[in-house]
């Protein structure tokens, strides 16, 4: 994600501090962190109002900011392109039930997926709707087909289980308002915390 900063703050913060050192740069590395972090929050609300994906999952699964620092004064935001699995969501039943589940993953949408089942993974705690190979077992040896304790032959294995998922954060922002409305917001954001941490600074030297 790309934003531009309106550089009249900048100038401001280098003519305010001149006599303070280093202190333009660590005001403005500042002020670009707070408004990555004001971006951030401005896709995953964008999305909510379209999707019922859980805040903090998107944030997770979708979201990274490289922080500015004084010498480096830019900071990057990577909206990751990783889909996201189904459970963080809206399925129902939301714990194990011998039921067809039903998954909403947009507002006003969803439906039942006849050949899921839902499951929570004991090694993560991770719950979501799965469905089953008909032909493909777990690699674990424990899972693989062997010699059935009554009668000739071999077991049938356990089937390995794949969950579903959903579209990706970088999918769900594709939405020119979302972007739009950050825009404005960054802008804001960047150019008081630019005043509040000049006056901070000038205060303390006071």
Known sequence: MSLVIDSSSINRAKRMLIGVPK?????????????????????????????????????????????????????????????VPLGYFDIKPNTPKRVVPFARVKKGGGGNIDEGFVQTMPSNGYTGVFKRYKYKTFKASWAKPRPKKRGKGMTKGIKA????????????????????????????????????????ILNKQS
């Open 161 to 200: 289980i794949e969950t579903y998922y959903g579209p990706s954060v970088s999918y769900m922002a594709k939405n020119p308002e979302i972007h739009a409305n950050i825009t404005l917001n960054v802008q804001k954001t960047f150019n008081e915390d630019v005043e509040k941490q000049i006056s901070n």
């Open 23 to 83: 202190g333009a740069d660590k005001v403005i590395a500042n002020a670009i962190n707070k408004s990555a972090r004001t971006a951030v929050t401005g896709v995953i609300k964008g999305i909510r109002k379209k999707y019922v994906i859980k805040s903090s999952k998107a944030r997770k699964y979708g979201t990274f900011i490289k922080r500015a620092k004084p010498g480096n004064l830019s900071a990057i935001i990577n909206i990751k392109g990783k889909v």
